[in-house]
């Protein structure tokens, strides 16, 4: 069975702070995906980033990067000089290999607040 | 490219009543999932359709719930009849690909129901 965990449920920072997002996941197959979700106030879940298991190498896109370790089973998500509208629910979510039928695992979310 | 279209975006309904969902996916995409959103909560896959046939509904509450995608592109979700424990956001997403977990999931805006 696959499990998610992101242990912080709120975070609250002031503008330009930077903050970090904790994923840590659990699942037995050596093939999977792992996402990152933005879901603000309007309730649509927004895509930012998908990772295979094979490529641990980490992402930087403008603001925000992600850190993917398989030692430690974590894909931790942060972003600089955080913003306004960054204010946002944020879900970590696995996925694995089933062929046709596979479903996103997600965690429970992180509400972020960032205050001007 | 419009993105997965939702009707009604809110919906309040007395227990014991019958209500419907309406989904539109990204035109193209053969995947269409149904997910329950209870608050505080992360996703929970309901249903999933590839083309018009079903691929997965183990989580599906198969005695109140229903979902059909006839013609393989719009879906209704249906619960009849409802209980107070229904009430969450039921969010649709779609994929491109027939199969394969490496798809990506693009989520509608959703539909808040409120039972009372």
């Known amino acids: 069975a696959q499990k998610v965990t992101q242990a912080q449920t709120e975070i609250s920072v002031v503008e330009k702070e930077d903050v970090t997002l904790d994923c840590v996941y659990e699942t037995r197959d050596t093939t999977y995906y792992l996402f990152w979700y933005k879901q603000p106030p309007s309730g649509e879940l927004v895509f930012l980033i998908r990772?295979?298991?094979?490529?641990?190498q980490n992402e930087i896109s403008g603001r925000y990067s992600w850190n993917f370790q398989k030692s430690t089973s974590s894909f931790n998500f942060t972003i600089t000089a955080s913003q306004v509208v960054d204010s946002a629910v944020y879900f970590c979510a696995l996925s694995v290999d089933g062929g046709s039928n596979y479903k996103l695992t997600f965690g429970k979310g992180t509400l972020l607040t960032v205050n001007p | 490219e419009a993105g997965v279209a939702q009707s009604p975006r809110y919906k309040i309904i007395e227990k014991r009543q019958s209500v419907a969902f309406w989904c539109n996916p990204i035109?193209?995409?053969?995947?269409l999932y149904w997910y329950q959103q209870i608050l505080g909560q992360g996703p929970k896959l309901l249903i999933q359709?590839?083309?018009?046939?079903?691929?997965?509904d183990s989580q599906l509450p198969k005695d109140r719930f229903s979902a059909e995608r006839l013609k393989g592109v719009d879906s209704t979700l249906k619960i009849q009849p409802a209980k107070l424990e229904d009430s969450a956001v039921y969010l649709c997403a779609s994929s491109l690909r027939l199969s394969g977990a490496l798809d990506t999931q693009y989520f509608g805006p959703g539909t808040r129901l409120t039972v009372l």
């Open positions: 035109s193209g995409h053969a995947t």
């Open positions: 359709f590839q083309n018009n046939g079903v691929v997965d």
């Open positions: 990772r295979n298991s094979f490529d641990e």
